[in-house]
């Protein structure tokens, strides 16, 4: 088994992710995109977030079904219509998934003071193996790009060793007083 596909099926939440999960304001409603087995989902709640939980299959996701605080979506987000329409939160994670139309809908569906938590693989991967379609991987910079309204907290780009990423965390500003910077 490769690495990455090794890193996809951890139950271990990503580094990245549980390093900015604290900026996330106490009982934030969190997006959890492309939830995968919920490792972050399961982060979140163990932190007494309501979480949302979305995918195209909650299978992965039977042992958390019946938490308190979880709202699980099945939803094609690539087929089908956006299936949080006119919803925001106070934190959305996303990783290992890129599905670039998306982009400007998770900055407009951030309340003020939301926190985007954002981790997927870039150009260069493909000597990692999958994935390696240009499709869904990241161009140099595209995370920064995508996400300039917002104010970056972290970024970091490159090859790992093991894949090669993008990640950034960034807030919605509510005013120009200067965030507290996670320990």
């Given at each position: 088994m ?24 106490t009982?934030?409603?969190v997006l ?5 087995n919920?490792?972050h989902?399961?982060l ?6 309501p979480?949302i939980?979305v995918?195209r299959?909650l299978?992965a996701?039977?042992s958390l079904?019946k938490?308190k605080?979880l709202e ?8 089908g219509?956006?299936p ?7 934190a959305?994670?996303?990783?290992n998934y890129?599905?670039r ?7 407009q569906s951030?309340?003020?003071?939301g ?6 693989f870039a ?6 193996g ?5 499709d ?5 910079n595209?995370l ?5 309204g917002?104010e970056?907290?972290?970024f970091e780009s490159?090859?790992t060793?093991t894949a090669v990423?993008?990640r950034?965390?960034?807030v919605?500003r ?6 507290p910077l996670?320990?």
């Amino acid at each position: 088994m490769s690495h990455v596909v090794q890193s996809l099926l951890t139950p271990h939440p990503d580094t990245w992710v549980s390093r900015f999960a604290p900026l996330v304001y106490t009982g934030g409603a969190v997006l959890d995109l492309a939830c995968g087995n919920g490792r972050h989902t399961k982060l979140f709640l163990e932190s007494e977030h309501p979480v949302i939980a979305v995918d195209r299959s909650l299978t992965a996701m039977d042992s958390l079904k019946k938490r308190k605080g979880l709202e699980l979506i099945e939803a094609d987000i690539e087929a089908g219509p956006w299936p949080l329409t006119g919803r925001t939160f106070d934190a959305i994670v996303v990783v290992n998934y890129l599905h670039r139309p998306l982009l400007p809908t998770l900055s407009q569906s951030l309340n003020p003071g939301g926190v985007l938590i954002y981790r997927t693989f870039a150009v260069g991967n493909e000597k990692y193996g999958k994935p390696s379609n240009p499709d869904f991987l990241l161009k140099p910079n595209e995370l920064l790009e995508a996400f300039s309204g917002l104010e970056v907290i972290a970024f970091e780009s490159g090859d790992t060793g093991t894949a090669v990423i993008q990640r950034i965390c960034a807030v919605k500003r509510v005013s120009e007083e200067p965030l507290p910077l996670p320990v």
